[in-house]
């Protein structure tokens, strides 16, 4: 069966709609704090979902139904995507430093867990990208 182009559509719609309640909740989150009078930030596991968002809507609805960009290379923008998505929420885990139930929280802006979480992804999306798009 070969891949068509309403069925990309209708995957990225789906990643895409995740990706956007994902980062809405965030900003919900971040506005509450700054009502508290509290320092607000998006953080780097939210860049991350950014990342992915725009490779989603670029790579898999714009360029596509401009013609400009094959159904293959779509999909694997898909794929990688899809990745960098399901790595902000081992991320965003991280930023809460939940990882290790014995750490008491740091509230930095970029810690430690979150760091070690990004660069796996990082090398992840990396790795990934090496082998699709050769």
Known sequence: MELQISDLWTAAGVLLGFQVASFAWRISHEVEVANLKKVSWIPPADLINLVSMVITSVGCFVLPGIGVLHLQMAAKLLGLSTLLFVGHSFSLAA????????????????????????????ICALVYSVAAFR
């Open 95 to 122: 930023h809460y430093e939940l990882f290790n139930p014995r750490t008491i929280r740091s509230f930095q802006y970029f810690p430690l867990q979150e760091k070690i979480a990004v660069s796996a992804v990082t």
